[in-house]
Nanobody
Framework: QVQLVESGGGLVQAGGSLRLSCVVSGSIFSINAMAWYRQAPGKQRDMVARIARGGSTNYSDSVKGRFTISRDNARNTVFLQMNSLKPEDTAVYYC???????????WGQGTQVTVSS
């Protein structure tokens, strides 16, 4: 069974930084794309950043220039460095991993990020 476990969330003041991590464990054959999503109260879950196995990335417009996604394929880990945080970044952040060999994706349980003004 595949499991994704996020860590690194917390409370930070506006302008501060946090680094999220997500470790994938279990019956792993090959992880393709990995991504971070977020969901604020009363809103839908939206993609924040995505990284392909080869390293190409894309970001939502709201975080471009402030967030950086990276991955360590050897450790089956994806990171999200979040700088210049704003109160509107407050949300539960979820890790997502797509496995083409399994034909499906998996989600982590989420980690809360709260940015105070």
């Amino acid at each position: 069974q595949v499991q994704l476990v996020e860590s690194g969330g917390g409370l930070v003041q506006a302008g501060g930084s946090l680094r999220l991590s997500c470790v994938v464990s279990g019956s792993i054959f090959s992880i393709n794309a990995m991504a971070w999503y977020r969901q604020a109260p009363g809103k839908q879950r939206d993609m924040v950043a995505r990284i392909a196995r080869g390293g190409s990335t894309n970001y939502s417009d709201s975080v471009k220039g402030r967030f950086t996604i990276s991955r360590d394929n050897a450790r089956n880990t994806v990171f999200l460095q979040m700088n210049s945080l704003k109160p509107e970044d407050t949300a539960v952040y979820y890790c997502n991993a797509w496995f083409s060999t399994l034909g499906r994706d998996y989600w982590g349980q989420g980690t809360q990020v709260t940015v105070s003004s």
